[in-house]
């Protein structure tokens, strides 16, 4: 039967004997100056001392302070809290002091209150900002993969909006986990699922110990005519560029730098096998494997760097549902054969976010499999170019048992795919009720155009976490479309049904200077079984508010797919522009798919 044979599965990272071994990491050029600070950054974690609460142009508190300060104090009493009215500020918005301390409520509770009043446009919490700049580890500026303009996956920019993974577990199903001061405050207890102790070379089968002892192995030791290879420190090197520790002054900084990794072992001498994988799975998800403990930390995303040739067994596919529904989101390498993904598993397994890898120039990487089923790309560099344009990590400089720490650059979709699953672990620290498709269609309907080519087929292009983040409201500074002042947001957000309550969607502009058009496009895409439930409306920076569809009793149609014109001219272009729809009758339900402004 399909699913009872044992696929051996081996790493994906290209390599060289030259590479593999140890000193490269000196040889690793510095490609350019460090990226300057990107501005101020809200402090993560800072303490609401105030709210910005902005008034319908027709409210009394709109104009009167004296109305604002009896506005402030009703609701404080509604939540029960002391607030006062500070100061009208230059947008019109009142500034609320929340007191030195809440007595009791939350601060949702506060928020709540002026939310339910019809009066009230919007409400912002004042948040402390401070200066930002790049992280202080001493390797960061050779992280272009990061930061660079033209082919990084602006992580930096995501971060400047307080995302770091913080809370967050990233499972890297890998060869385990060799000891390395870089990475050690960010891992958590694991597994090794190598069922074979010659494979594991740790003196016996499976057990609670994740190190990777190396996976070395001679000539024809692995199958007649295999090449002698050195110990890869794979999963360490994969780690690294989900979970580094960042601003500790050393080495190099992870995507998701506040996340957790669980190293579970499956790859050691020669390989591993599916059924062993297919466990580790199952485990790392949070389900029940007979004979293993329980996972008391099962992981929010699973890295799998790993791959080999055929069909996406019965035994994978069942584990990767299994892992899906208890709400893990599953990322997995493309393949580095310059072929079909669709011929290498699990790349083409169902329900994974399939990555594929761009080098340095925004290029498809000359190894990197391609395909209809590539759902991303993300940053996989080319060290057969040069060293400097590979992707820096975490790594052990000893060719076979364990030696000294180190650092250095491989290329591969194995380096890939953690870029896009420490992307994944930022979303679920910002929102841990995100499910794994909510996941997916956040990196890949936010990605932007490679800047380089790709045949075959690199999904939705290359992964742009600000931009990400920025849809799903978590923050973050991405760059405007350069090929017109078009600015998307494709986050799916659920509009609550029939309760007077909205939801929004926000838009980040910046870069473009002056004054909005008097012809402004709001282009809009709601998915509704009822579109005459619905009212849209557009709220400026300032907090002006304009309705661009009210409601209709008799428009029973589906869906508000529509482009309104605003004159917006009044308004700076540059701010937090923001689109909110409300549903005034129950029985249908919709969601907002995307919306954009053309400026």
Known sequence: MNGS????ISLLAVTTAALLGSGVTAAVATPGAQPSPAGPKAAAGAPVERLIVGYEKKAEEAESDAEARKDARAKGEKAGESLAFERRLGTGAALVDLGDELKGGSLQEVVDAFE???DVAYVDRDTRMYATAAPDDTYYDRQWDLFEATA??????AWDGG???RGVNVAVIDTGYVTHSDLGANIVPGYDFISDAQNARDGGGRDGDPRDEGDWSAADECYAGSRPSDSSWHGTHVAGTVAAVANNGKGVAGVAHHAKVQPVRVLGRCGGSTADIADAIVWASGGSVPGVPVNTDPADVINL????????????QNAINGAVGRGTTVVVAAGNSNANASGFTPANCSDVINVAASDREGNRASYSNYGSIVDITAPGGETAVSAADGILSTLNGSATTPGAETYEAYQGTSMATPHIAGLAA?????????TPSRVESLIKGNARALPGSCSGGCGSGLADAARTLTALGGGGTPDPDPAGKTFTNSGNWTVPDGDGRYVYSNIQVSGVS???PSDLQVAVDIKHTYRGDLRVQLVAPDGTLYTLKNTSAYDSADDVIATYTVDASSHLASGTWQLRVTDVYSGDTGYIDSWSLTF
């Open 5 to 8: 044979r044992h696929l051996r």
């Open 116 to 118: 339910a009043d019809p």
């Open 152 to 157: 990084g996956m602006n992580v930096q920019r």
């Open 163 to 165: 995302a770091t993974g």
């Open 305 to 316: 760097s790993l791959g080999g040739s055929g069909s996406c067994q019965t035994v994978t």
């Open 426 to 434: 930022l979303l679920y620290e910002k929102d841990p009720s995100l």
């Open 514 to 516: 002056g004054h909005a």
